[in-house]
């Protein structure tokens, strides 16, 4: 007991720390823990989330950061975690908030995501954009060696990954955010990755292709999981209450303006018309129109 109290002391003085005694206090002001093993780097403000997941075999990252800053801090902290190599990198969607940051995983970081991040990916590579990152004083540094680095590997429909002593169960979501969404589960520690498909408190963007009754089928299948911790894409981690209250206002969308359209109204006047005051705190409003014309093209399918 005393002999590994003087070690410890010794390692300390030595400036060393032995690997995974870092909290994750120690790691930074973004970094929380969400279970043994298991570190979230939660985005700045609205910024998107990155996870890191330590297993016997190597990192697990979930995500690369808003922006190759941010990807750097992530490293610096997982080289404080563990001297294991990242083995995999999952994405929870293509965009490049949660993407630009892949080159400074991969090599030899393997990428993982739904069938049709690569493309996505490729599309929407906007060369202009790269020049003005590598140019701004804050992100420049960091950025220093990107390259866009696409999936190695993409699935279809469903996919298990195993590292060491954990297992990633990945699901594709359907027409909730961006063309390759993915939810990520770890049954044995219950902690799911629920992507984009909802917000915390937040409207989210509903581009013309995004489904309210996909998305709502989304959030059924994910909750039946059993999760005890939920972790959306961006914005704060919580309970299965996150999947509760985007299911809850979507269905009042819907109704509202299933109404309205029985009452003969046009998109038009519903836009102008609908207000939801239930939701006057939440975030993104400008996003609220698009969210309106998400719920007409549902309830004029059926
Ligand atoms: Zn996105």
């Not at 823990?33 to 780097?41: A, P, T």
């Not at 984009?196 to 998305?215: E, H, M, Q, Y």
């Not at 059993?226 to 209450?241: A, F, K, L």
Request: proline fraction near 6%; charged fraction near 25%; hydrophobic fraction near 40%.
């Amino acid at each position: 007991m005393k002999t590994k109290f003087l070690l410890g002391i010794f390692l300390i003085a030595l400036g060393l720390r032995p690997a995974a005694s870092a909290s994750a206090q120690d790691l930074g002001a973004q970094f929380k823990k969400i279970k043994d093993g298991i570190f979230l780097y939660k985005g700045k403000g609205s910024e998107s989330n990155c996870a890191i997941i330590l297993t016997e075999d190597g990192v697990v990252l979930i995500d690369s950061g808003n922006s190759p800053t941010d990807s750097v801090a992530v490293m610096q902290a997982l080289k404080r975690l563990t001297d294991k190599p990242v083995r995999f990198l999952i994405n929870t969607e293509p965009h490049a908030d949660h993407t630009t940051g892949h080159f400074v995983f991969s090599p030899p970081a393997v990428i993982v995501a739904a069938a049709g991040a690569g493309d996505s990916m490729r599309k929407a590579y906007d060369a202009e954009r790269v020049k003005k990152m590598m140019a701004d004083p804050e992100i420049g540094p960091a950025a220093k060696g990107y390259r866009q680095i696409v999936p190695h590997v993409e699935y279809q429909d469903k996919m298990t990954l195993a590292s060491g002593e954990r297992a990633f169960q990945l699901f594709y979501l359907k027409n909730v955010h961006s063309e390759a969404d993915s939810a990520i589960w770890l049954p044995k520690e219950r902690v799911l990755f629920a992507a984009a498909s909802v917000g915390v408190k937040r409207f989210n963007n509903l581009r013309p292709f995004v489904s309210i009754p996909d998305t709502l089928a989304a959030i059924k299948m994910m909750r039946a999981l059993g999760p005890e911790v939920v972790i959306p894409g961006h914005g704060e981690p919580g309970s299965v209450e996150i999947l509760d209250n985007m299911e809850r206002y979507y269905n009042l969308l819907l109704e509202r303006v299933r109404q309205m359209v029985q009452q003969g109204k046009s998109l038009q006047e519903i836009k102008k018309e609908l207000k939801m005051p239930e939701y006057a705190d939440w975030e993104g409003k400008d996003r609220f129109p698009n969210n309106i014309e998400a719920a007409y093209r549902a309830v004029k399918a059926n």
